[in-house]
């Protein structure tokens, strides 16, 4: 910035001189003029000078201040290069000390290996020294060996290998004596173990449920308020009672028994519904053919109803969860069953609980154990509807909602019709056993007449526009309702003979059987 001013002011100056020189020149003949001029001259000069002294003063301020400045940036370079320098030698001396170290390590690693080194060595010629004594002493054994041998043979007058099948020979016969004595005292002790086990856990089981031992019956009392409401019962000519028998399928007996009517059928859930029906009725008072079908109609509904209830009741009181729907309406209709004259319903819990503790006692699956149970007797409320037995039908219903394989094989394997897959299947299979076997549970008589009464409803179900069929008076006729369209007044007559014949072929009874059957048209229409 100095050096700029000066040559600034030095060419003003020139300047100056320029334009007084040029006055001078043009005006020579004023001296005055002249005088003031060379005055002003002089006097720029000076001015002019003392601007050039202070500009090099100022130039050598600066030019000192910039030597200052470079000087201060080359001490702070030369100081922070002396500090990286610094620290370059501390991690050099640093890395020195660790390649130091790894050094007298790895001599120190070195100096163990050259003495294990030679330990082994030494240990080597050792071993080689033992090796050649066993070798030496070895050798002197199979001599000795073979010596002793020839000496055994010599005395026994048996080779080595005849020797050695005959101690052979010998063991076995011992083993096996052995082994069939111990075999056999363990069936035996096992035996007495399983026998006394077993016998404790029946007891305990049957001792704990004590359940009632009960039959059922065909036949359901009905009271009456009074005989007069027999009369109504029976109807004009008797319409109400054979538009009831007809409706519901049972055999309404009204008898001199005062104040009590009698509902008679095989089928423990029609009995019931016409029970509740004439219930309804009696309590109405309004019977006629109209009144009676709705009142039926009803009923059925509320039997419906109650055997849902019934199968998630027996459900809840037995531990079982989680059933199909399907199952549990199964379930609540064996209320309605009998098997040898026990109800099925009480049966199948009876079982569930046996089976339950005997699984308990013995360390398995109580609820497996239930489940099994309560449902091995379910395919008995379908046989009156398919075919196949109540194994079978209980096989299939039970897979088609989903249970457990193991509690289908309870179904299958109770009557030992299939081999049995698990424990519990054993033991729903012994409760069973022991439900049905207890004095008073069962009665073979009614069994044999309940089946009797299917197998006629059966034969008469098979013929082509058949609608409904009942058989009442305790099997001693059989109804047949058949559809107006499909049957007419010709073929009625031939499809008693057809059903009669096949009566007589394939079922045994007691007197005969009468076929009715029954061709209705109807005409209805109400009055608002």
Same mark, same amino acid.
């Given at each position: 910035?100095?050096?700029?001013?000066?040559?600034?002011?030095?060419?003003?100056?020139?300047?100056?001189?320029?334009?007084?020189?040029?006055?001078?020149?043009?005006?020579?003949?004023?001296?005055?003029?002249?005088?003031?001029?060379?005055?002003?001259?002089?006097?720029?000069?000076?001015?002019?000078?003392?601007?050039?002294?202070?500009?090099?003063?100022?130039?050598?301020?600066?030019?000192?201040?910039?030597?200052?400045?470079?000087?201060?940036?080359?001490?702070?370079?030369?100081?922070?290069?002396?500090?990286?320098?610094?620290?370059?030698?501390?991690?050099?001396? @640093?890395?020195?000390?660790?390649?130091?170290?790894?050094?007298?390590?790895?001599?120190?690693?070195?100096?163990?290996?050259?003495?294990?080194?030679?330990?082994?060595?030494? @240990?080597?010629?050792?071993?080689?020294?033992?090796?050649?004594?066993?070798?030496?002493?070895?050798?002197?054994?199979? @001599?000795?060996?073979?010596?002793?041998?020839?000496?055994?043979?010599?005395?026994?007058?048996?080779?080595?290998?005849?020797?050695?099948?005959?101690?052979?020979?010998?063991?076995?016969?011992?083993?096996?004596?052995?082994?069939?004595?111990?075999?056999?005292?363990?069936?035996?002790?096992?035996?007495?173990?399983?026998?006394?086990?077993?016998?404790?856990?029946?007891?305990?089981?049957?001792?704990?449920?004590?359940?009632?031992?009960?039959?059922?019956?065909?036949?359901?009392?009905?009271?009456?308020?009074?005989?007069?409401?027999?009369?109504?019962?029976?109807?004009?000519?008797?319409?109400?009672?054979?538009?009831?028998?007809?409706?519901?399928?049972?055999?309404?007996?009204?008898?001199?028994?005062?104040?009590?009517?009698?509902?008679?059928?095989?089928?423990?859930?029609?009995?019931?519904?016409?029970?509740?029906?004439?219930?309804?009725?009696?309590?109405?008072?309004?019977?006629?053919?109209?009144?009676?079908?709705?009142?039926?109609?009803?009923?059925?509904?509320?039997?419906?109803?109650?055997?849902?209830?019934?199968?998630?009741?027996?459900?809840?009181?037995?531990?079982?969860?989680?059933?199909?729907?399907?199952?549990?309406?199964?379930?609540?209709?064996?209320?309605?069953?009998?098997?040898?004259?026990?109800? #099925?319903?009480?049966?199948?819990?009876?079982?569930?609980?046996?089976?339950?503790?005997?699984?308990?006692?013995?360390?398995?699956?109580?609820?497996?154990?239930?489940?099994?149970?309560?449902?091995?007797? #379910?395919?008995?409320?379908?046989?009156?509807?398919?075919?196949?037995?109540?194994?079978?039908?209980?096989?299939?219903?039970?897979?088609?909602?989903?249970?457990?394989?193991?509690?289908?094989?309870?179904?299958?394997?109770?009557?030992?019709?299939?081999?049995?897959?698990?424990?519990?299947?054993?033991?729903?299979?012994?409760?069973?056993?022991?439900?049905?076997?207890?004095?008073?549970?069962?009665?073979?008589?009614?069994?044999?007449?309940?089946?009797?009464?299917?197998?006629?409803?059966?034969?008469?179900?098979?013929?082509?526009?058949?609608?409904?069929?009942?058989?009442?008076?305790?099997?001693?006729?059989?109804?047949?309702?058949?559809?107006?369209?499909?049957?007419?007044?010709?073929?009625?007559?031939?499809?008693?003979?057809?059903?009669? @014949?096949?009566?007589?072929?394939?079922?045994?009874?007691?007197?005969?059987?009468?076929?009715?059957? #029954?061709?209705?048209?109807?005409?209805?229409?109400?009055?608002?």
């Amino acid at each position: 910035m100095g050096e700029l001013s000066l040559a600034a002011l030095t060419g003003a100056l020139g300047v100056v001189a320029a334009v007084i020189a040029y006055v001078i020149g043009h005006r020579g003949g004023r001296r005055a003029e002249v005088a003031e001029l060379q005055r002003a001259k002089a006097t720029a000069e000076d001015t002019a000078g003392r601007i050039l002294d202070e500009a090099r003063r100022e130039a050598e301020t600066l030019r000192k201040g910039a030597i200052v400045s470079g000087k201060e940036e080359v001490l702070q370079l030369r100081e922070t290069h002396e500090q990286e320098f610094r620290q370059r030698r501390v991690e050099v001396e @640093r890395d020195e000390k660790r390649v130091i170290e790894r050094e007298s390590q790895l001599d120190r690693v070195r100096e163990g290996l050259e003495s294990r080194e030679l330990e082994v060595q030494r @240990r080597g010629k050792d071993m080689a020294q033992r090796e050649d004594a066993a070798t030496a002493r070895t050798q002197e054994l199979d @001599r000795l060996v073979a010596d002793e041998r020839r000496k055994l043979e010599q005395i026994a007058g048996l080779s080595v290998d005849q020797a050695k099948a005959e101690l052979v020979r010998r063991l076995e016969d011992e083993a096996l004596a052995d082994a069939a004595s111990r075999l056999r005292e363990i069936r035996e002790s096992s035996k007495r173990n399983a026998d006394r086990e077993a016998r404790k856990i029946v007891a305990l089981a049957v001792q704990r449920v004590a359940a009632e031992t009960t039959a059922e019956t065909t036949v359901s009392a009905v009271a009456l308020p009074n005989d007069e409401m027999k009369g109504r019962i029976i109807g004009r000519e008797g319409r109400n009672i054979r538009a009831f028998e007809l409706a519901t399928g049972v055999d309404v007996i009204i008898d001199d028994t005062p104040d009590t009517v009698v509902v008679s059928c095989f089928d423990p859930v029609r009995r019931e519904t016409a029970r509740l029906a004439l219930e309804k009725l009696v309590s109405d008072g309004r019977i006629h053919p109209g009144r009676i079908e709705e009142v039926v109609a009803k009923a059925r509904r509320e039997v419906e109803v109650a055997i849902v209830e019934t199968g998630e009741q027996a459900a809840y009181e037995v531990g079982v969860t989680g059933l199909h729907p399907e199952l549990v309406k199964l379930i609540g209709r064996m209320k309605w069953r009998t098997s040898y004259g026990q109800n #099925i319903l009480a049966h199948s819990k009876e079982v569930a609980w046996l089976a339950g503790m005997m699984a308990a006692e013995l360390g398995l699956d109580v609820a497996l154990a239930k489940r099994g149970a309560l449902l091995h007797d #379910i395919g008995k409320v379908l046989t009156h509807e398919h075919e196949g037995t109540h194994v079978q039908l209980g096989v299939e219903v039970a897979t088609k909602y989903g249970e457990n394989p193991l509690v289908v094989n309870c179904i299958a394997a109770h009557h030992d019709d299939v081999p049995h897959e698990s424990e519990v299947s054993v033991l729903v299979q012994a409760a069973d056993g022991i439900s049905g076997s207890r004095p008073g549970a069962r009665r073979e008589a009614f069994e044999t007449y309940v089946k009797r009464l299917e197998g006629l409803e059966r034969i008469a179900s098979s013929y082509r526009g058949v609608e409904r069929v009942f058989a009442i008076q305790a099997g001693r006729e059989v109804r047949v309702v058949v559809t107006p369209e499909q049957v007419d007044d010709a073929r009625m007559a031939a499809l008693s003979e057809e059903i009669a @014949r096949r009566i007589e072929s394939e079922l045994q009874y007691p007197g005969q059987i009468k076929v009715v059957v #029954i061709r209705e048209s109807r005409a209805v229409d109400f009055a608002r």
